[in-house]
């Protein structure tokens, strides 16, 4: 009988577990103490579960001896499992080089509690190699095991999209991989199980490994590539979107938005392939000048605000400006990699105060983060000389811009969802 361990409960972490909790019995472990008591409450501040199907599962396992959820922070709980899955985070560090740190550390983790025959699952995003070349060594070094003789791996990419509550993971056709063919069908298998929109069963484990980040670097070039087309379209006065409209109306135009690249996935992730090809001698120079190219918008973004400040005859040193939100896409809390604060930083440079506010983001977490404080809600009264809508949440569209443009306030609409009459510049 399957009895998996979740390893690390965050935005991939917990819905899997969950998912899998309706079928077989699953501890869900995190190093987080307060995250776990957090879960035993039966809340979530990524807000990216289903609290309800979390309450039900984890009811389930106090009358169900084969299914149900059960969360721990303690290491030793997870010496009663046989699959390991780990979905624990893979950023990088200042120099934009692989950070796997977390990943080792969970290596180790399973390392001291596996058993002969078992089986260790990974899913966080990385570089094809990565598996079988820097984690599992780790768990054979720790555990004294042999690799394909006592354990087994496999490699499933996670396919999650935080704030999107249409294509949830049951729902996204999920790749898979396994060290032997054998172990390959077993993991098929076990995700055929949860997965309605089904699996696709990779030819190795370092194939399953290079589609999941080219997922993620494709869509970076893309969007590099509508960055590029703003900054050029900018300096000849034209609306890049409505560009895009008149291109779209091609039926094979990708339709493609300018804007910030910031998250846990697409900024992050082509780091990684970009490190391992030059690791092999390989200097991958689109990869590169897309992540360039889209490291360069928040600064643009910034300047051409400040420009139409001083157009404006708004004075710039000590004015203060308006940001309405901070996550790094809409309607989710999450504010990993946001590249919202790279605007922030812009302006802090020049001198200017900058009001935040994002009702989707703890003040608590974003001040123990970024160490910034957030308004609690935003002044009607209160008059600023810029405001930018930085993030499209569905709370902004009722904002009163045009109160704001007729006491001469600069807004740039970053996401082009502001009614035009009132808006000095998009993105």
Not at 121 to 147: A, K, M, N
Not at 314 to 335: Q, R, S, Y
Request: proline residues 4%; glycine residues 6%.
């Amino acid at each position: 009988m399957h009895k998996i361990a979740i390893i690390g409960l965050g935005y991939v972490g917990l819905p899997l577990a969950i998912e899998f909790a309706k079928k077989y019995r699953v501890l869900g472990y995190d190093v987080d103490q307060s995250r776990i008591e957090e879960l035993q409450q039966g809340r979530d501040h990524t807000q990216e579960a289903d609290l309800d199907g979390m309450l039900a599962v984890l009811k389930l396992q106090e009358t169900h001896a084969d299914s149900g959820l059960s969360f721990s922070h303690r290491e030793d709980d997870l010496k009663s499992c046989n699959i390991y899955i780990v979905t624990v985070p893979t950023p990088i560090n200042h120099f934009n080089s692989p950070d796997l740190k977390p990943l080792i550390r969970a290596s180790e983790t399973v390392g001291k509690v596996i058993s002969a025959g078992d089986i260790v699952i990974y899913e966080s995003t990385t570089y094809p190699g990565c598996t079988e070349e820097d984690c599992i060594p780790v768990i054979e070094h720790t555990s004294g095991l042999t690799f394909n003789v006592d354990f087994f791996a496999g490699y499933s990419p996670e396919r999650i999209n935080p704030g999107d509550k249409v294509n949830t993971l049951a729902n996204i056709k999920k790749v898979t991989s396994g060290s032997t063919p054998d172990i390959a069908e077993a993991i098929d298998k076990l995700y055929q199980s949860i997965i309605t929109a089904g699996t696709y069963k990779a030819s190795s484990i370092k194939v399953a490994e290079a589609s999941k980040i080219i997922e993620n670097a494709q869509r970076d070039v893309n969007i590099s590539f509508v960055n590029e087309l703003a900054l050029i379209f900018d300096r000849m006065g034209i609306d890049t979107n409505d560009v895009l409209d008149a291109a779209g109306t091609k039926w094979n135009f990708l339709k493609y938005r300018p804007g910030l690249v910031g998250g846990h996935c697409i900024s992050v992730d082509p780091y990684y392939l970009a490190n391992k090809a030059e690791a092999l001698g390989y200097i991958p120079q689109v990869i590169l000048s897309g992540r360039h190219v889209n490291n360069s918008i928040a600064p643009f973004i910034a300047h051409k605000v400040l420009k139409l400040m001083i157009q404006k005859e708004h004075k710039i040193k000590g004015a203060t400006i308006l940001m309405l939100g901070v996550t790094f896409k809409e309607n989710c809390p999450d504010i990993r990699n946001t590249k919202v604060m790279d605007i922030y930083k812009e302006f802090r440079e020049f001198g200017v105060k900058v009001d935040l506010y994002d009702p989707w983001v703890c003040a608590e977490e974003m001040h123990k983060k970024y160490g910034v404080k957030m308004l609690k809600k935003t002044d009607p009264d209160k008059s600023y000389s810029a405001i930018i809508l930085a993030v499209a949440h569905n709370e902004f569209k009722s904002f009163n811009f045009e109160k704001y443009y007729k006491q001469g306030t600069v807004i740039f609409d970053a996401k082009a969802i502001i009614d035009r009459r009132w808006v000095d510049g998009r993105l």
